[in-house]
């Protein structure tokens, strides 16, 4: 072992050099001897719980042994530093290093829940990052798999995890599941827009009420320079009820897929209208939306938001906004009507006036005919009294 990394609760880390592979890596001792039962098995846990996953946000870990009476682990060495330190030095993060954070630590953690392992720590020194800016989850010293209560090491009751992070449901004495880890994610995140975590006491116990009963101030309020999309989604991590949250899988896809920029999409230009009757057309145009659907995944993000939602956004520069999606109905319900192309406005005029012509010289016929035809039926018979009746008749043959 070369020099020494950190310390934690259960273990210090050093560099150190595999010699048979020649790569750095990174060596957990545990603190203590292995008398410690509960300790060692934790431990041991920890070795066998990062050893089942193999992803690229996710530190791994080589081997598990003992040295000299204590147990160490042997894991994949990240040049780099923790989101903690990274967040001490620059105070608070920008949107789009939080996004692409968020991106990276979901694909991590669905890489876990899909084996069935609840990390049940997630905090910013757990998080590492690379030269890069790669983030890495490591730390499964706390993880519980889901098939196996018994393997949580901790007696009825007692609460395991970071205060500062921990979900409602963990803090009420519920077992962690997938969505724990999704709202410890949302608390960093958080902290990393911010400076400072969603929930803070002056105690631990007063940090634990405050997850289950008071709704997190939206970050833009604490200064954060955050799109209102990113905003309302990481108030949905927030939710105080499991099934309000994102899964992990929609958090990364979500983030991952640029969403959270709520990018403005110009509206279709109008055709062009030179004559037109001022407002002729304003009601033809499609109101704008306040703000464009982000893609949560499965599911929209406004969806499980408990917190409020954001404003609207302002118009660019170029006036663009946000498109609204294609429909079929009008927005009362009904069927749209398609719009006739702009027209000069005598063209207009004469359309609207030949159906009026043209009934008035329909009904002035019918009205003539039907003088005719009465002129016609009530005048008295004179042919026999004036009129010499010509009967004609077939000339003789010769």
């Not at 997630?122 to 018994?150: C, E, H, Q, W, Y």
């Amino acid at each position: 072992m070369e020099s020494p990394i950190g310390r934690g609760a259960m273990g210090e880390v050093w560099r150190a050099t595999d010699e048979v592979l020649g790569r750095p890596v990174a060596v957990k001792l545990m603190l203590g001897d292995d008398s410690d039962s509960e300790a060692a098995a934790r431990f041991r846990l920890e070795g066998q719980t990062a050893a089942r996953l193999s992803h690229p946000h996710v530190v791994a870990v080589f081997d598990f042994g003992a040295w000299e009476g204590r147990f160490y682990l042997v894991m994949e060495f990240v040049e780099g530093r923790s989101l903690a330190q990274e967040l001490t030095a620059a105070g608070r993060l920008p949107a789009r290093r939080v996004a692409a954070v968020a991106a990276q630590t979901a694909a991590g953690l669905v890489s876990a829940h899909r084996q069935g392992i609840v990390h049940r720590d997630i905090k910013p020194g757990n998080l590492m990052s690379d030269a890069d800016g790669t983030v890495k989850l490591g730390d499964f010293g706390i993880a519980r798999f889901l098939d196996d209560p018994a393997a949580a090491l901790t007696t009825a009751g007692q609460i395991v995890g970071t205060s500062l992070y921990l979900a409602p449901e963990r803090a009420l004495g519920r077992p962690a599941g997938p969505a724990s880890d999704v709202y410890s994610l949302g608390c960093v995140l958080y902290q990393l827009l911010t400076g400072r975590p969603p929930f803070q006491a002056d105690t631990a116990t007063g940090t634990l009420y405050q997850h289950i009963d008071t709704a997190p101030v939206p970050p833009r309020r604490q200064g954060a320079d955050v799109p209102p999309a990113f905003e309302n989604y990481l108030l949905g991590m927030l939710a105080k009820q499991p099934e309000d949250r994102p899964t992990a899988q929609q958090v990364a896809e979500w983030f991952g897929s640029g969403a959270w920029q709520g990018r403005a999409e110009p509206l279709p230009e109008p055709a062009p209208v030179s004559h037109a009757a001022p407002g002729a057309h304003a009601a033809r145009r499609p109101a704008p939306a306040s703000h464009a659907a982000p893609r949560p995944g499965p599911a929209a993000p406004a969806a499980y938001g408990t917190g409020p939602m954001p404003s609207p956004a302002p118009r660019s520069a170029a006036g663009t906004t946000y498109a609204l999606p294609a429909t079929g109905r009008a927005p009362g319900g009904g069927r749209g009507r398609r719009s006739a192309p702009a027209q000069p406005s005598g063209a207009r005029q004469f359309v609207r006036r030949r159906p009026r012509v043209a009934s008035a010289i329909a009904g002035t016929v019918a009205f003539l005919g039907a003088v005719l035809v009465g002129m016609a039926w009530f005048a008295p018979d004179s042919t026999s009294a004036g009129t010499p009746q010509v009967e004609r008749t077939a000339p003789a043959n010769p």
